[in-house]
């Protein structure tokens, strides 16, 4: 079972937007409207951040965005803030697999 | 307010059984309306999904675990439990209960805080 792709790391100044990318196939991302993605903070458990695409959760701040184009979906932070120092996950189901669920590999957001 | 606390060794011999409960709390786990698994996660590596249970006793397993999966609930405990046999170092790994409401699928919003379990003689 693949991995999304994620670029490995990301990094912003406070204040700028930025965008992290998830490329999967027709038999995932392409496809399908069930891309969540998670933020995961050092030595704690996932949050989800957006679902469905391009969904957020209650409490989640707005400046958190999920978008898709074709095989790639995206998300976006805006406003950076030190807070969003964290690794990110992607997810999407997936059509390719006995196992209908895959994650990216994470990318590392590195507010400078 | 659902919260999920996993328990278990954190210590694992090669080729032995690695077991590990998760207590369900503020929901009951043989509600219709969710899905409970387990999550993994390397040290220093990405997530994994192992595998996943619905109250009506359907299981999902990860192929990637070569059938080497077992989940398992007890309504009664209102737990969640995980059997992975024939371990080895690949197998260590931050061990996450998770779970998903089916209205929205995939997306995991209940994670416990994670145990570590190490596979070393």
């Known amino acids: 079972q693949s991995a999304l792709t994620q670029p490995a790391s990301v990094s912003g100044s406070p204040g700028q937007s930025i965008t992290i990318s998830c490329t999967g196939t027709?038999?995932?991302?392409?496809?399908?409207?069930?891309v969540s993605w998670y933020q995961q903070r050092p030595g704690k458990a996932p949050r989800l951040i957006i679902y469905?695409?391009?969904k957020r959760p209650s409490g989640v701040s707005d400046r958190f965005s999920g978008s898709k184009s074709g095989n790639t979906a995206s998300l976006t932070i805006s406003g950076l803030q030190t807070e969003d120092d964290a690794d990110y996950y992607c997810?999407?189901?997936?059509?390719?697999?006995?196992?209908?669920?895959?994650f990216g590999g994470g990318t590392k957001v590195t507010v400078l | 307010q659902v919260q999920l606390r996993e328990s278990g060794p954190g210590l694992v011999r090669p080729s032995e059984t690695l077991s590990l409960t998760c207590t369900v709390s503020g929901g009951s786990i043989s509600h219709v309306d969710y899905f409970w698994g387990w999550i993994r996660q390397p040290p220093g590596k990405g997530l994994e999904w192992v595998g996943y249970i619905y109250y009506s006793g359907s299981t999902y397993y990860n192929p990637s675990l070569r059938s080497r999966a077992s989940i398992s609930v007890d309504t009664f405990q209102n737990q969640l439990s995980l059997e992975l046999i024939s371990v080895t170092a690949a197998d260590t790994a931050v061990y996450y209960c998770?779970?998903?409401?089916?209205?929205?699928?995939?997306?995991?919003?209940?994670w416990g805080q994670g145990t570590l379990v190490t596979v070393s003689s």
């Open positions: 998770a779970g998903y409401i089916i209205t929205t699928p995939g997306a995991v919003d209940y």
């Open positions: 469905d695409v391009t």
């Open positions: 997810s999407s189901y997936t059509s390719a697999s006995s196992f209908i669920w895959v």
């Open positions: 027709s038999s995932d991302v392409g496809d399908y409207n069930y």
